[in-house]
């Protein structure tokens, strides 16, 4: 079955700092893919970055990567020089085929940053 | 904004009432989903339509149905209400109906809440 584990609940980082949330993953097929949503107080879900596991590169959109490490089932997240803006819920989540597209969610990092 | 209108942003109701929550995917979106996010269960799958016809079901409840109009927008019927059905539900829409490595874009959501 597939699953998604998010080992940190929450998280502390200073403005302007790097950070890295991490995901692992579990699964069996070849074809799937690995996302990264926000989900701010406000409660929307919002879209950060997107791999595949074919993709050779690892996913980059601003001051988003996705550190893809296929052999270890690895999808982290890295946000680089942090902002007050940045404080929110942080989900990970898989895309698999069973039937039609299904995504399951790991249970979500709380990032704070602090001024 | 991902182009993903949910409609009501919240709703009061009731146990034992009826409540729809609405949704209209981006444009050009063939596939809407529908997401429970809860405390306990944290993101759970419902259920997927694409272009009117029902794909996949996930853990969507008896008392729960849902449909996929020609407009595309779909609807999400909830009955019999009880007190653990209160939630945030989102509703998610993507271009084609089933790649594992296809984007889905999440609407506002619509926070339920049952008294």
């Known amino acids: 079955a597939q699953k998604i584990t998010q080992t940190q609940p929450g998280m502390f980082v200073q403005e302007k700092e790097a950070v890295t949330l991490d995901c692992t993953y579990d699964?069996?097929?070849?074809?799937?893919?690995l996302f990264w949503y926000k989900q701010p107080s406000s409660g929307e879900m919002i879209f950060l970055i997107y791999?595949?596991?074919?993709?050779?590169q690892n996913a980059t959109e601003g001051r988003y990567s996705l550190n893809f490490q296929k052999a270890r089932k690895s999808a982290n997240l890295v946000i680089s020089a942090s902002q007050l803006g940045d404080s929110a819920m942080y989900f990970c989540a898989m895309s698999y085929l069973e039937g039609a597209q299904k995504l399951v969610f790991g249970q979500g990092t709380r990032l704070t940053i602090n001024p | 904004d991902s182009g993903v209108t949910q409609t009501p942003k919240h709703l009061i109701t009731a146990t034992g009432q009826r409540v729809t929550l609405r949704c209209s995917p981006r444009?050009?979106?063939?596939?809407v989903y529908w997401y429970q996010q809860s405390l306990d269960q944290g993101l759970q799958f419902l259920i997927q339509y694409y272009n009117g016809e029902e794909r996949a079901k996930g853990n969507i409840l008896e008392r729960f149905s849902a449909q996929q109009f020609p407009d595309l927008h779909s609807e999400l019927n909830l009955s019999s209400l009880e007190l653990g059905d209160s939630a945030l539900y989102f509703c998610?829409?993507?271009?084609?109906?089933?790649?594992?490595?296809?984007?889905?874009?999440f609407g506002s959501g619509t926070q339920l809440s049952v008294l």
């Open positions: 791999q595949g596991s074919y993709d050779e």
């Open positions: 444009s050009g979106d063939l596939s």
């Open positions: 699964t069996s097929d070849q074809s799937y893919g």
């Open positions: 998610a829409s993507s271009a084609l109906p089933g790649r594992a490595n296809e984007k889905l874009f």
